[in-house]
């Protein structure tokens, strides 16, 4: 299987960017997982979506200004990211796993991942 996440950029503080995590060979498993790493931290984790009955799970950090939904027809996950802050500002990732849901924060349970895309956010 492979995921690529795609749909970074630059954007200003208070914008919206959105990003998209698709996968090919496979449907994805039971969870898929954003992550982020910003520089000299880190993995942390984002934000969550069982694959089939589409609960999201959020970080607290995140909660309120992020959506994370799933797109069977595409076999995609997006994360909708609003009012986005300057500490927003990193490398994120998708990946999958079939874990469970008190693991779902654990970056250690997912072990097929996207290559990662940049999201910069300006002050």
């Known amino acids: 299987v492979q995921l690529q996440a795609s749909g970074g950029g630059l954007v200003q503080a208070g914008g919206s960017l959105g990003l998209s995590c698709a996968a090919s060979g496979r449907t994805f498993r039971r969870y898929v997982g954003w992550f982020r790493r910003a520089p000299g931290k880190e993995r942390e984790f984002v934000a969550a979506?069982?694959?089939?009955?589409?609960?999201?799970y959020y970080a607290d950090s995140v909660k309120g200004r992020f959506t994370v939904t799933r797109d069977a027809n595409k076999n995609a996950v997006l994360l909708q990211m609003n009012s986005l802050k300057p500490e927003d500002t990193a490398v994120y990732y998708c990946?999958?796993?079939?874990?469970?849901?008190?693991?779902?924060?654990?970056?250690?349970?997912?072990?097929?991942w996207g290559q990662g895309t940049q999201v910069t956010v300006s002050s």
């Open positions: 990946a999958d796993s079939a874990t469970v849901l008190s693991a779902i924060r654990d970056p250690r349970q997912y072990d097929h």
């Open positions: 979506i069982n694959w089939s009955s589409r609960h999201t």
